[in-house]
């Protein structure tokens, strides 16, 4: 990002990518060259500039295209597609942290100096990572990363204080996952005769092989997964009780309780329902606030900008080290 100074965008913040079209910062965006030869974007009275972009596109190649331990790009299956969603999730996180940015100088949200210190520190750290091959090909220097991790803790500050208010207590009950198994039928005589073959002591799984519509037998649900009806009646049951005939989605229902409370996935959605709280109340402010924004794009700087994947650039450090700089 640059308000008479070049910054970066950072996207840590886990935004879903908009792949219907191009959004900057949730707004449709104006394609244009009437930005400057090194400015990729421009949002409000702030710009992303192409060195910031090669940074971005340079460690996403290789977070994105090497998963899991698979080369991606050694496969050479569908590259074309690959590289374009890379720089789809690039340029959709970098609009959305330029944007916090202009967030946080509404909302007077600045570094301290300890939060300076650390930049400084991890800039330093991965700048010195890189080859000689990887400077030139981004064109970055030390000071460009410092600024650009500024924006990046600049941009965690500002949902971080949009969001503290928020409720982290979440109760077992709100927070409940189950395991069960279940039959889905269409019609009311295969709902009696599943009934009849349950009610004689035919193995629930047995039965679900010979008629269960669903793709799955097996489920793992919590609260709002399933139709209201058949998850209120299915968090009624215990252990290895089945549930009688419960009509929802134009068909009827059978579930049997395998395991009625599975504590261990119960705590992760704790976690899960915490962060859409946040979610909620920082996106009531911040969609509020792009709405006001203008945004250009440059089509041909963007278009020009290629990912280098033949093995010379390895870079994938960029996101980690100013994250445990910052813990």
């Not at 698979?70 to 340029?91: G, R």
Request: charged share 30%.
């Amino acid at each position: 990002m640059k308000k008479k100074k070049n910054r970066i965008l950072l996207g840590v913040l886990l935004f879903a990518v908009c792949l219907g079209g191009c959004n900057l910062g949730g707004r449709k965006v104006i394609f244009t060259n009437g930005l400057g030869s090194q400015d990729v974007f421009r949002i409000g009275d702030a710009s992303c500039t192409l060195v910031e972009a090669r940074v971005y596109l340079a460690n996403y190649q290789n977070i994105y295209g090497k998963s899991y331990g698979i080369d991606l790009w050694k496969q050479k299956f569908q590259q074309d597609k690959l590289k374009q969603y890379i720089k789809e999730i690039a340029l959709s996180e970098m609009s959305k942290i330029v944007c916090m940015d202009l967030l946080a100088e509404e909302q007077n949200i600045v570094l301290d100096e300890e939060e300076e210190e650390r930049i400084k520190q991890a800039a330093a750290e991965y700048y010195q990572s890189l080859t000689k091959e990887e400077q030139d090909f981004m064109g970055v220097s030390e000071a460009d990363i410092v600024s650009m991790y500024e924006d990046y803790v600049l941009a965690n500050k500002v949902y971080q204080s949009l969001t503290m208010g928020i409720d982290a207590e979440v109760s077992d009950d709100e927070a409940r996952i189950m395991e069960a198994m279940q039959i889905f039928v269409k019609d009311k005589n295969s709902a009696k005769e599943v009934k009849q073959r349950l009610k004689s002591g035919e193995d629930f799984a047995a039965v679900a092989s010979n008629y269960n519509k669903k793709p799955v037998i097996e489920i793992t649900f919590g609260r709002g997964d399933l139709p209201e009806e058949v998850e209120k009646a299915a968090f009624e049951l215990d252990n290895g009780e089945v549930s009688s005939r419960i009509a929802a989605d134009d068909g009827f229902y059978f579930i049997k309780c395998v395991n009625k409370f599975n504590e261990e996935l119960t705590d992760a959605n704790k976690s899960n329902i915490v962060e859409e709280r946040e979610k909620a109340a920082f996106d009531d402010v911040y969609e509020e606030f792009v709405s006001g924004l203008s945004s250009k794009i440059n089509e041909k700087v963007w278009d020009d900008i290629t990912l280098v994947t033949d093995g010379s650039i390895t870079t994938n450090r960029f996101f980690e080290i100013i994250e445990g700089a910052m813990n």
